[in-house]
């Protein structure tokens, strides 16, 4: 069962200006990234077995809602039909499962999911409300689990910095540099616990032979520890700001602790190769913002990305309204008029995203 921390975990819902449907290319892009991934995937599935497949069950973890939501189990589906062309094999019949939170916004999931099952020929849909770190699907019964920019989403924020009155984020800069190992460890090990769950879950769930292509908010092994932040540092900075200026509470600000944990590679290996039931064919560690990104990384883009994500998080924790979060919005986007200021602060806090393509052992 999820506990309290998760049932309020949800991206903006709907399809308004705020909304994660209308904030989340930059994650599209990551989406796209695991294009190759997912298609070699299929390709393997259909290929190692003696006897073509004539049906398969491909559930996405963490779809939230809007155009993301069937992006990565639309490209399965495109591939396991031109298997079928390219060995000349009847339709197999196709079940895709949407999973994220109660909160989620399945209203809107479902009309896409209408939408979907008509374009597509033998398809049928559903949806699997719950959290990842817990059971969705009966024993054996997938064939290729696929999960984009959710799993660094923790099942609750580390018990003993609460209990220890540990802010994640203390506004004292020398503070929180000395204090920095205690909250990264207490992360750490939440993560730890949080993935090795989510593997075993899914061992169980996934049938013999079977696949997952994730992928994560991380770090790369090679950063250095004492140089480590958060995964959400740009988030804590705004709201940092915002409270030196008395415009939220600091007591609240010293409370508050986002349940996110981005690993770097090679702990991402340990836990995996710890857990034991899959072994990893490919990880790839990429850049968010290489490229034609680029255009995705403006002040207002970026401040309003933000606030799609963690706006229902900080308003529950804040008990503040959307006139806090529009101040939020100017605050970041204040913060990171100066031109470069805001790759400059990317560069300080390096992220990169972490996709791994993983087969079940036994
Ligand atoms: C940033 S969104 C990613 C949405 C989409 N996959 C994408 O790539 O754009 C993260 C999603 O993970 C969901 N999530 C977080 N923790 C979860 C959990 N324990 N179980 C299921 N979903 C969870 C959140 O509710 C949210 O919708």
Request: proline fraction near 4%; include cysteine; charge should be neutral.
């Amino acid at each position: 069962m999820a506990s309290q921390h998760e049932q309020m975990v949800h991206m903006n819902r709907g399809q308004g200006k705020t909304s994660y449907a209308r904030n989340s290319s930059l994650q599209n892009v990551e989406q796209n990234r695991m294009r190759l991934m997912i298609e070699e995937t299929i390709a393997d599935l259909c290929s190692t077995s003696s006897l073509f497949p004539r049906n398969m069950v491909v559930a996405d973890l963490g779809c939230s809602s809007g155009p993301n939501a069937l992006a990565l189990v639309s490209v399965a589906v495109d591939a396991i039909h031109s298997q079928c062309l390219h060995f000349q094999q009847p339709q197999v019949e196709v079940c895709v499962l949407l999973n994220d939170l109660p909160d989620n916004d399945f209203n809107m999931v479902v009309t896409s999911l209408v939408a979907f099952q008509q374009s597509k020929k033998s398809v049928v849909t559903g949806i699997v409300p719950g959290s990842f770190y817990g059971r969705l699907f009966t024993s054996g019964s997938l064939h290729l689990v696929c999960s984009s920019n959710s799993l660094h989403w923790l099942s609750k924020a580390p018990e003993e910095l609460k209990r220890n009155q540990i802010p994640a984020y203390d506004i004292d800069e020398n503070v929180r540099v000395e204090r920095r190992h205690v909250v990264i460890g207490a992360y750490a090990r939440q993560f730890r616990k949080d993935f090795t769950h989510f593997l075993e879950m899914r061992a169980k769930e996934l049938s013999s032979g079977g696949r997952m292509v994730v992928s994560l908010a991380g770090r790369r092994s090679e950063e250095l520890a004492s140089k480590f932040t958060h995964a959400w540092e740009s988030v804590a900075l705004v709201l940092s700001e915002m409270a030196s200026k008395g415009v939220i509470s600091k007591e609240k600000f010293d409370s508050f602790y986002i349940p996110i944990y981005g690993p770097s590679d090679e702990e991402l290996r340990e836990i995996i190769k710890l857990e034991g039931s899959f072994s990893i064919r490919e990880m790839q560690v990429h850049e968010p913002s290489s490229g034609s990104d680029n255009m995705l990384i403006t002040p207002s883009k970026i401040a309003n990305l933000l606030r799609a994500g963690f706006e229902p998080i900080i308003v529950q924790h804040f008990g503040s309204s959307g006139e806090m979060m529009d101040e939020f919005v100017r605050t970041a986007e204040r913060r990171w008029s100066k031109e470069g200021s805001l790759q400059q602060e990317m560069a300080r806090n390096p992220r990169v995203t972490l996709a791994v393509s993983l087969k079940k052992v036994v």
